[in-house]
């Protein structure tokens, strides 16, 4: 098995210091949540930019900033923006960031209900428009599927030639309107991508932790984060990402899982070493 890379979705888009405090949202911040989510092992980190109240922002300037001071505190870390964005943004507004020529980026592989009245909209049209401009710019892509209909929509697109990355999936399960992450769902996604594929996996909640423990068993990957989960364990705010990156690390140890550096992971996932 390779090693395990740890991805941490540091603060996300929707998630507020309302529900938990340790959300960062300045560039301070994050650079500082950054900094200790890759001290307890993350090599990844999946960046949102928010302005410092809080607002989710797709806009190049702001990306950057918390970019430099990321990097400036782990200068090996590989950041992973999001393409994603706020549900509501429009497809050239959320491509605004690509503008940087990130080292990577997610691209989102269907649409889904988000929750009450939310619609995360991504067309076939979308997919394929982002695709093709990462493809361009020489921006590799982490394919994020909320769903088996998503895998679908992308077998399509390799068949296509549009997807032109290694083969690399990160399965977001437990999102209201999305695809469950019970056990089953996990194993059908696993077992639904091409062989030379690799996949991390993100539970949303209650399944962040249940995922990350069959995913490290079978030799996947694992994103974990106050962006997906907000608690350490059921009642129990997470007091940083850190603690949730630890908790993972010591899952990875009971199964004998070593964690992958930064450039490890650029190896996995046949990237370019810095
Ligand atoms: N904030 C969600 C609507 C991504 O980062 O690519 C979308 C999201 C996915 O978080
Ligand atoms: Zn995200």
Request: hydrophobic share 35%; charged share 30%.
């Given at each position: 098995m390779d090693k395990l890379i740890i991805t941490c979705a540091i603060t996300g888009a929707e998630v507020t210091k309302e529900i938990n405090q340790a959300v960062p949202y300045t560039k301070e911040e994050m650079a500082q949540s950054a900094y200790e989510a890759c001290k307890a092992g993350a090599s990844i980190i999946h960046l949102h930019a928010r302005f410092d109240d809080g607002r989710p922002t797709q806009g190049k300037l702001r990306f950057k900033e918390i970019t430099d001071a990321i990097l400036e505190k782990c200068p090996d870390v590989i950041v992973q923006v999001s393409t994603?964005?706020?549900?509501?943004?429009s497809r050239d507004e959320r491509l605004d960031v690509l503008n940087n020529y990130p080292e990577m980026a997610t691209l989102d592989c269907g649409t889904l209900n988000f929750g009450g009245d939310d619609i995360f909209v991504n067309t076939e049209n979308d997919i394929k428009y982002f695709a093709e401009k990462m493809n361009d710019l020489g921006v590799r892509y982490e394919m994020e599927c909320f769903e088996k209909g998503h895998i679908d929509t992308i077998k399509r697109f390799i068949k296509k030639g549009v997807i032109k990355n290694h083969l690399h999936y990160s399965?977001?399960?437990?999102v209201r309107g999305g695809m469950a992450g019970e056990e089953r769902d996990f194993l059908f996604l696993k077992d639904s991508i091409p062989s030379n594929s690799t996949y991390s996996v993100a539970g949303i909640g209650r399944y962040e932790f249940s995922l990350a423990e069959l995913s490290i068993k079978h030799g996947g990957h694992v994103r974990v984060g106050l962006e997906d989960n907000i608690y350490l364990k059921k009642g129990v705010l997470a007091k940083s990402n850190a603690e949730l990156v630890k908790k993972v690390a010591k899952i990875a140890k009971k199964y004998g899982r070593e964690i992958a550096t930064p450039d490890e992971t650029r190896k996995i996932l046949k990237m370019e070493t810095k």
């Amino acid at each position: 098995m390779d090693k395990l890379i740890i991805t941490c979705a540091i603060t996300g888009a929707e998630v507020t210091k309302e529900i938990n405090q340790a959300v960062p949202y300045t560039k301070e911040e994050m650079a500082q949540s950054a900094y200790e989510a890759c001290k307890a092992g993350a090599s990844i980190i999946h960046l949102h930019a928010r302005f410092d109240d809080g607002r989710p922002t797709q806009g190049k300037l702001r990306f950057k900033e918390i970019t430099d001071a990321i990097l400036e505190k782990c200068p090996d870390v590989i950041v992973q923006v999001s393409t994603g964005g706020a549900v509501g943004m429009s497809r050239d507004e959320r491509l605004d960031v690509l503008n940087n020529y990130p080292e990577m980026a997610t691209l989102d592989c269907g649409t889904l209900n988000f929750g009450g009245d939310d619609i995360f909209v991504n067309t076939e049209n979308d997919i394929k428009y982002f695709a093709e401009k990462m493809n361009d710019l020489g921006v590799r892509y982490e394919m994020e599927c909320f769903e088996k209909g998503h895998i679908d929509t992308i077998k399509r697109f390799i068949k296509k030639g549009v997807i032109k990355n290694h083969l690399h999936y990160s399965f977001v399960l437990g999102v209201r309107g999305g695809m469950a992450g019970e056990e089953r769902d996990f194993l059908f996604l696993k077992d639904s991508i091409p062989s030379n594929s690799t996949y991390s996996v993100a539970g949303i909640g209650r399944y962040e932790f249940s995922l990350a423990e069959l995913s490290i068993k079978h030799g996947g990957h694992v994103r974990v984060g106050l962006e997906d989960n907000i608690y350490l364990k059921k009642g129990v705010l997470a007091k940083s990402n850190a603690e949730l990156v630890k908790k993972v690390a010591k899952i990875a140890k009971k199964y004998g899982r070593e964690i992958a550096t930064p450039d490890e992971t650029r190896k996995i996932l046949k990237m370019e070493t810095k």
